[in-house]
């Protein structure tokens, strides 16, 4: 006998990537910034005050709201702040799906996606990306009430062109909420904000985790048409985004030059870390993200997987079909990949 709804019982749970108990290791497996957030925010959280803390924060995200919509050219209306980017999925899964209400996406993609809709009881409609990973057309003729699309995509670092995604909210219209999964937006060379304006089935997820550097923090946000931000907010905990991430989140926000050189470095070491693994054969598609795909052939992925975890490296590897040829490995510091580099060099020789 178990207490639990048996969806639940039968279900596996989401498996997040592994986290070293020591900082000696080379970690490119989570897709964390390499580099630590802007000096405001340090300086934000050495300056909190009692007050601050002694009282239940903004329900809205307050500062942070609003720094959000700026930053979009929206009205805070527009925008739901979220205890992460993964809320905003928990959220948005419980408001659209349930048995009778599907949720669709292309595969590969974040594997968080099926676990929250098991959590409902709800069907997971998996429609293949081809193999340059172009949008599976079938996508805008499903029967689901949410779409998610990840872009750019993980595991892939692909990038679906705005215009594209355009299309896709159109043909959704009137028959299911697409959900723009951006937490890898800012290393990409467009973005699908300006969408919402003119769709009223759209939800852009961000997340300060990856770019801002912040994944320690949870902060992240929805930008929507204000009926959808409404309906979304019913869902949410009263105080699900707390003093000190609305604090941090709005000075994050704020410093969009850290943030900028920060990304600019990413993505300088994207261009030379893509060059050096196809010098050793490897096969990288062109990424968008702060991550890369690499397709290992001989040694297996696994097999290069555990050997680099012997020398303490850890990337990502995932033991499902479909993706047990590949390992994702996020961008580091230059000095990190340059350590990959010649440990992949002494594996693969
Ligand atoms: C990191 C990530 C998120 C959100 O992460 P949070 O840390 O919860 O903000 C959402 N989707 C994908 C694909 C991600 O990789």
């Keep these: 006998m178990s207490y639990f709804r048996e969806n639940i019982e039968k279900m596996a749970g989401y498996v997040p990537g ?5 900082s000696d290791v080379i970690k490119l497996n989570t897709n964390e910034n390499p580099y630590t957030p802007s000096p405001a925010v340090l300086n934000v959280i050495h300056n909190l005050s009692g007050e601050q803390l002694r009282k239940y924060p903004d329900t809205l995200g307050g500062m942070a709201r609003e720094a959000a919509a700026k930053l979009n050219g929206v009205s805070p209306e527009y925008i739901m702040c979220t205890n992460g980017g993964d809320e905003l999925l928990s959220i948005a899964v419980r408001a659209f799906c349930d048995e009778h209400r599907p949720l669709a996406y292309p595969v590969p993609t974040y594997s968080l996606y099926p676990v929250l809709a098991e959590i409902q009881n709800a069907k997971a409609i998996e429609l293949p990306f081809d193999a340059e990973f172009n949008l599976p ?11 998610i699309v990840c872009n750019p995509n993980a595991p892939s670092g692909s990038f679906t ?5 355009a299309s896709l909210a159109d043909e959704l219209k009137g028959k299911s909420v697409l959900l723009i999964d951006e937490a890898y937006i800012d290393f990409a060379p467009a973005n699908c904000a300006a969408l919402v304006k003119k769709f009223d089935n759209v939800i852009i997820l961000r997340s300060l985790s990856k770019g801002y550097s912040l994944a320690g923090l949870r902060f992240g946000y929805a930008i929507a048409q204000p009926k959808l931000i409404e309906g979304l907010l019913k869902l949410k905990d009263s105080y699900n ?3 000190v991430a609305i604090a941090v989140a709005t000075v994050a926000l704020n410093d969009q030059k850290y943030f ?6 990413v993505m300088a070491e994207r261009k030379r870390l893509t060059s050096e693994l196809r010098k050793l054969r490897l096969a990288v598609p062109d990424s968008s993200s702060n991550f890369v795909w690499a397709k290992c052939s001989r040694p297996s ?9 012997e020398r303490n490296i850890y990337v990502r590897f995932w033991n499902s079909p479909g993706i047990k040829d590949n390992l994702r490995i996020s961008i580091g510091t230059p000095e990190q990949n340059d350590k990959l580099l010649a440990a992949l060099k ?4």
Excluded at 161 to 165: F, H, I, K, P
Excluded at 301 to 309: G, I, P, W
């Design 18 to 22: 592994f986290q070293p108990k020591t």
């Design 137 to 147: 057309s079938a996508l805008a003729k499903t029967d689901a009430a949410l779409t």
């Design 161 to 165: 062109s705005v215009d594209e995604l």
């Design 241 to 243: 985004t707390d003093a």
């Design 260 to 265: 900028r050189a920060n990304v600019e470095k």
């Design 301 to 309: 992925a696994e097999t290069v997987y555990n050997k680099l975890v």
């Design 346 to 349: 002494e594996i693969l020789k």
